[in-house]
């Protein structure tokens, strides 16, 4: 457990954050052991997200990806089609093996001294085998080193470097169903989309939380935040009347909270429909013909599929949340705050859109999201600027002292019968992050899974 020695004295992590009164104190933000530490407890245990099973449909296929500071490769097996996850780190002296973004491979062969390995990883040629190691060096020992387990959810690939890790849906508990729910198309069809490609990646001066702990955590910035991104209109639809940002507004029984699992640490902005059934479509891309045709479509079909059924929380205009600790996810939009140092982030950003959607929609979808979204999106170009001066604001001697506030909705939370294990709050509180800062202290202070929930529990 780190002892943080400063001028707030001998402090243990555990008086560093108080979710149950809405307390942190800044090193969780700034201090470089505390970070450190992370990478270890965190990002080495959890399950990540690295991808999408159509970025990668062939044998051979391979995108560069990401877990925690740590470059990723995730490649399709070209001998039986298997998606593996590798350190992209060569056994000899370290290399990185792969230094392409995506592309299809037979072999990954090292740029330093040559070494070759299979796409299952195992090293299959190294130079000067016969003469300079004497035909000694054992092979099998030296091949790309990969995650403990791999998960493809609904088409999403996710990963975890801890053997002891329990499955990738007792990770995600009562989350697993939105998840599939933003996995499909917008007609229902289970692993119905595809990502745009390619994924966009940049570095912002701030720590991984500021983003990973606020984005679905925080509703009550946007008002402010975004005020002139509302007034520009720069919603799927233009509309001038507050800058919506899906064709939410047809009316549908539903009730929008902002949600927490504290046990778990997943939550974020959701929405609890009351009637079975898919909401109706209302016509929104009027500056782009054949776009409502389309989706007009597909949300029929999608409500003859739900015909009887509710909606899982989220997905389709029904908010975002995060997988704790550093994805969030949305019917549209994948947001990844990859840790690139305690002061750096690395944010990278990918996009659903149908798989069988005419070219007319996608180049619609993909206008849309490049406005909003990524490093000269209109929106994150509001958030990028608070996170940017807020980190740098809390580094000094003065600023360290005092703690980050995050009481509200503190006592307001409550269970609902349609959502087990989840607590609700008002639309707008402060109750996802402080479910996320619960499940820190229980990573940071764990020596295993076997200390952390859900295998803890399961031992008793
Ligand atoms: S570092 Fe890769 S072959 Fe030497
Ligand atoms: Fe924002």
Known sequence: MVSINKSRGDRSLRSLVDPDNGLIARDTYVNEEIYHQELEQIFARAWLFVGHETQVPNPGDFINSR?????????????????????????????????????????????????????????????????????????????????????????????????????FEDYVGSWAPSIQHCFQSTDGTDNGVELFSPVMKWRIPTNWKFPGFSFAGDAAHVAMTHRSVNAASIGPQGNREGGERFPMTAPFPSRVYSSADHELGHGGQNTIYEQTGNRPYRDTWYT?????????????????????????????????????????????????????????????????????????????????????????????????????????????????????????????????????????????????????????????EAGSWDEIYPVKKKKK
Request: hydrophobic content about 35%; overall charge neutral.
């Open 67 to 167: 877990m925690g500071e740590e470059e990723v490769i995730l490649v399709r097996d070209r001998k039986d089609s298997r998606l593996h996850v590798f350190l992209n780190s060569c056994r000899h002296k370290g290399m990185k093996v792969c230094r392409y973004d995506d592309g299809n491979t037979l072999v990954f062969t090292c740029p330093f001294h040559g070494w070759s390995y299979d796409t299952d990883g195992r090293l299959v040629g190294v130079p000067y085998y016969n003469d300079a190691y004497s035909k000694e060096l054992d092979k099998s020992k030296w091949g790309l080193h990969e995650v403990a387990q791999i998960a493809n959810y609904h088409g999403s690939i996710w990963a975890t470097w801890d053997p002891k890790a329990p499955s």
């Open 288 to 444: 782009v013909p054949g776009v409502d045709d389309y989706y007009r479509k597909t949300a029929e079909k999608k409500n003859k599929k739900y015909a009887g059924k509710h909606l899982p929380p989220g997905g389709h205009g029904g908010g975002h949340f995060c997988i704790f600790p550093n994805v969030i996810l949305d019917h549209w939009r994948i947001l990844l705050w990859h840790p690139h140092g305690v002061g750096s982030t690395e944010s990278w950003r990918m996009f659903q859109v149908d798989m069988e959607a005419p070219k007319v929609v996608k180049d619609a979808q993909r206008r849309y999201v490049m406005r909003y979204c990524g490093p000269a999106g209109l929106t994150e170009s509001d958030d990028m600027e608070n996170w940017n001066y807020a980190f740098p604001a809390s580094l000094g001697t003065m600023a360290q002292k005092l703690d980050y506030n995050f009481e509200m909705g503190l006592g307001h939370a409550h269970p609902d019968e349609e959502w087990p294990g989840v607590t609700l709050n008002y639309r707008i509180s402060e109750e996802p992050a402080r479910a996320r800062f619960r499940r820190w202290l229980e990573f940071m």
